[in-house]
């Protein structure tokens, strides 16, 4: 991959090879499919069931799932309460908006490749997307800060090992985005 470079309107571009566009593609399903769970559809029945519930004193809890638990944190860690509460109110929108970048970011990767032209806003939301996915990617992993140490550990035949050097190439991938938006 070359790095992103910045647009005159403010954006980015690159060029990706088809396995790499498809690469992104196949990392973003998995964090839409978690995004999935739990959250209501457009449906008006579903957003009147929706309002319904924001005004019980259910609140929704931190999910099992700790790649959910590190998409969707608490808000105050020492007070579930309260985190209840805020996720009352927040966790549907917070759901919707991660698939939105997600989605933003599928429709704008080409098919087999090639350049992709990105507008300020989506390439944020390309970056946001990004960040997601190796989050995801981090946690099912078990990367710690010693990421290159973890990874020189290694035995070179781990089956793990591919997917670390995924995990660096998208943080690469991420950073050449922001020094591209940062000119």
Known sequence: ??????????GASVWLSAGEATLLRTLLVP???????????????DVIDDLESAFTDERPQMPDD????????DAYRDDPA???EFRKYTESSLRESKKYFAQTMLDT???????????GDQARDWLRALNDVRLMFGVRLEVTEDFEEQLAAMD???PKVAAFEVYGWLGAVQESLVQALAR
């Open 1 to 10: 991959m070359e790095m992103f470079r910045s647009t005159k309107d403010g």
């Open 82 to 84: 309260a985190s209840g």
């Open 156 to 158: 070179p035949g781990d």
């Open 66 to 73: 700790p790649v959910l638990a590190r998409l969707l944190p």
């Open 31 to 45: 964090v839409m499919e978690l995004l999935g769970e739990g959250s209501g559809s457009s449906k008006p029945a």
């Open 109 to 119: 990767l080409p098919p087999n490749g090639g350049r992709v032209k990105l507008t």
